[in-house]
């Protein structure tokens, strides 16, 4: 199973990006994809993620409100829309895929908001 997080780069501050997060080397969609950060010297903290049925999503509270998670099973991708990005947004995102209870990184992509 491979990862594959893109669509991070540079943007002003009130802009909008589209990440992307494309799973192979898996025939069944049944997992739940998250996405999470690692600003310049923080730890890694959790941003949204979606069940593989594509229910509820979940959201940490700095993106509610601006930040839309969804999936597009035919594609095996997990996408976030982020807008209203603020300087803080400023991060390394990655996505992460939980398959039979083994979780599975992608490479990660830089979000850097200028203010």
């Known amino acids: 199973v491979q990862l594959q997080a893109f669509g991070g780069g540079v943007v002003q501050a009130g802009g909008s990006l589209r990440l992307s997060c494309v799973v192979s080397?898996?025939?069944?969609?049944?997992?739940?994809v998250g996405w999470f950060r690692q600003p310049p010297g923080k730890e890694r903290e959790f941003v949204s993620a979606?069940?593989?049925?594509?229910?509820?999503?979940y959201y940490a509270n700095s993106a509610k409100g601006r930040f839309t998670i969804f999936r597009d099973n035919s594609k095996s991708a997990v996408y976030l829309q982020m807008s209203s990005l603020k300087p803080e947004d400023t991060a390394v995102y990655y996505c992460?895929?939980?398959?039979?209870?083994?979780?599975?990184w992608g490479q990660g992509t830089q979000v850097t908001v200028s203010s």
């Open positions: 080397g898996r025939t069944s969609n049944s997992y739940a």
């Open positions: 979606i069940t593989w049925r594509g229910g509820a999503p």
């Open positions: 992460k895929a939980r398959i039979e209870s083994q979780d599975y």
